[in-house]
Nanobody, 128 residues
Framework: QVQLGESGGGLVQAGGSLRLSCAAS????????MGWFRQAPGKEREFVAA????????YYGDSVKGRFTISRDKAKNTVYLQMNSLKPEDTAIYYC?????????????????????WGQGTQVTVSS
């Protein structure tokens, strides 16, 4: 069992930045692929970013490429999502998730069904 807790959400003006953190409860965090997803009101859950268990493979959703950066610190059991140049359309609840897979393919890491553990989510609101 892995428990995840997100933090760092909030209200920011368009063009601003936020850094989300997701702390994992388990020491074997290093063996899990980690992902960030988001869901806006009335919309389906959307893939944002993922990082493989090794940290060597990273993917981003098309809407955030070039603006968001995912990273992980195994010593702290934490994954981060640095969000720059935020837009109003980035407004959503952001969830981190953990998948017990060593797969590297985007088709796996971007698939929310591959993730067994989810955090409670953190709200990000970008004002225009």
């Amino acid at each position: 069992q892995v428990q995840l807790g997100e933090s760092g959400g909030g209200l920011v003006q368009a063009g601003g930045s936020l850094r989300l953190s997701c702390a994992a409860s388990r020491r074997t965090f290093g063996t899990y692929a980690m992902g960030w997803f988001r869901q806006a009101p009335g919309k389906e859950r959307e893939f944002v970013a993922a990082i493989s268990w090794s940290g060597r493979t990273i993917y981003y959703g098309d809407s955030v490429k070039g603006r968001f950066t995912i990273s992980r610190d195994k010593a702290k059991n934490t994954v981060y999502l640095q969000m720059n140049s935020l837009k109003p359309e980035d407004t959503a609840i952001y969830y981190c998730a953990a998948a017990g897979t060593t797969a590297q393919a985007m088709g796996v890491l971007a698939d929310s069904d591959e993730y067994a553990y989810w955090g409670q989510g953190t709200q990000v609101t970008v004002s225009s």
